[in-house]
């Protein structure tokens, strides 16, 4: 195609922002789907219900994390090894990881199955809540190995210099997925197995179809042919992916720790409260995210190509871009608080109040989360997973948890929605420095 945007091009900001805004709108578009599911289940199905939702996701999360590592991971060397000119070597490596996330997702989904319950109610899971937890895990469960393919494609797709088809497929699952929402919650009366059984189907088709475009022929620059063992690429993969793997784990884990300290400090209504701020979030955080996929495989191709100086615009452009997105994104935050949390909560006159005053609080974070998410995707792309999975642990692990743990004891419920505020500003600091002392070895620093 004569307009088609290549991996070897060179990168203003009106080709930028065309390569990368299927990548965006997909991650967007996944948020927006979660987002559906809990309006339903709040709406139709009912708080407990909703709250229960919320409080089995960030297990999930941590199960299907995987997908991510293997995806982000080898994204980043295949578009390294096709910079270098090696596009069969790169097509082996695509192979193999399609096939580590396969096998990966069913033992998973097995294990996690067997002690579904004894987790969620290790977790704090009680009563009615605990059976929800059950129910809605289990479905979800048999369709992780599906869903950690999708989370991996969101990737490869991009290296393949296929966004589009990216975008098309999320599309329809998601689609696939709301309609289920309607069908199975409002119209059948499921109630929560039917949110379930809604997200499974748009997974499966996430996982299935992709597979198949690449297991034929194609127009793509990857193909799936028969793999190769090949355990040092495998463990660069796993290295490098570590920081996606390690962010997606921590994000659960501290989803878990929030659950766990707003039971303490306002009960259910904190929980559904900490829930509805997290739909939103995981919509403007999308975009960080979705813009930080895009350009990762341009960033690998670059790297592995050895032009530092397409490095540098690289990273002086998106610099621009996430700054004015961060104070859009802050803005909205603000002025829509209450109309966004009404969706959610309306039906609960102090709920909706929680919730509007601590999503008006949390969104000044987004001020500073694009810098340090985009700073370890960055490093991710460049082959380099120590730095970046450093980043992603202190940001959401150590960060977090001990903002959460420790700002509740001197200002109480509000202390718990300043925290993120104070965590991505620590994250900041470390972000800007590692780039600083990094420098020397990519050579991608210049002049604005």
């Not at 991650?27 to 139709?44: C, E, K, W």
């Not at 004894?118 to 605990?130: D, K, N, R, V, W």
């Not at 040092?232 to 992916?241: A, D, E, P, V, W």
Request: proline residues 2%; contains cysteine; glycine residues 10%.
């Amino acid at each position: 195609m004569k307009n088609k945007i290549k991996l070897s091009d060179h990168f203003n900001f009106k080709r930028l922002i065309s390569f990368t805004l299927p990548s965006i709108l997909m991650m967007i578009l996944t948020s927006i789907y979660g987002v559906v599911d809990g309006f339903f289940v709040s709406n139709f199905v009912g708080k407990t219900s909703f709250a229960a939702v919320n409080f089995i996701m960030p297990f999930l999360m941590v199960v299907g994390a995987m997908g991510f590592m293997f995806g982000t991971g080898g994204s980043a060397l295949i578009a390294k090894t096709m910079g270098e000119g090696n596009d069969k070597k790169a097509n082996k490596i695509f192979s193999l990881l399609v096939c580590a996330t396969i096998v990966s997702g069913i033992v998973i989904s097995i294990i996690s199955n067997i002690f579904l319950r004894q987790i969620a109610s290790f977790l704090g899971a009680e009563g009615t809540m605990l059976e929800n937890c059950v129910k809605y895990g289990r479905v979800l469960l048999i369709s992780l190995p599906f869903l950690m393919l999708q989370y991996a494609f969101g990737s490869l797709v991009v290296t393949a210099e296929k966004p589009k088809l990216g975008l098309a497929l999320t599309v329809t699952a998601g689609v696939m997925n709301m309609v289920g929402d309607a069908l199975f919650i409002a119209v059948f009366k499921w109630g929560i197995v039917g949110a379930a059984l809604a997200t499974a189907l748009g997974e499966i088709f996430g996982g299935i179809v992709p597979l198949i475009y690449f297991a034929g022929k194609n127009s793509s620059r990857l193909k799936l042919c028969k793999p190769s063992w090949d355990f040092k690429s495998l463990i660069r993969i796993c290295t490098n992916g570590s920081s996606e793997l390690m962010s997606n784990i921590s994000m659960s884990l501290v989803g878990m720790l929030y659950n766990a300290q707003l039971m303490k400090y306002a009960g259910e209504d904190g929980i559904s409260a900490y829930g509805t701020i997290m739909y939103v979030n995981f919509i403007f955080l999308a975009v960080f995210i979705g813009y930080s996929t895009g350009i990762a495989p341009i960033t690998s191709y670059h790297y592995g190509a050895d032009n530092k100086k397409e490095l540098n615009n690289i990273l002086k452009r998106s610099s621009v871009i996430i700054g004015i997105v961060a104070i859009a994104m802050f803005g909205i935050s603000e002025f829509l608080a209450n109309p966004l949390a009404s969706g959610f909560v309306g039906y609960d006159k102090e709920l909706l109040a929680m919730t509007t005053h601590a999503f008006r609080i949390y969104g000044i974070a987004f001020l500073f989360s694009g810098i340090s998410i985009f700073g370890s995707a960055f490093f991710t792309a460049l082959n380099d997973g120590l730095t970046s999975a450093t980043i992603a642990f202190l940001r959401t692990l150590l960060f977090q948890c001990s903002s959460v743990l420790i700002m509740p004891i001197f200002f109480g419920l509000d202390g718990i929605w300043f925290s993120i505020i104070v965590a991505e500003t620590l994250s900041v600091a470390v972000t800007i420095t590692f780039l600083a002392i990094k420098n020397k070895k990519f050579g991608y620093w210049g002049k604005f």
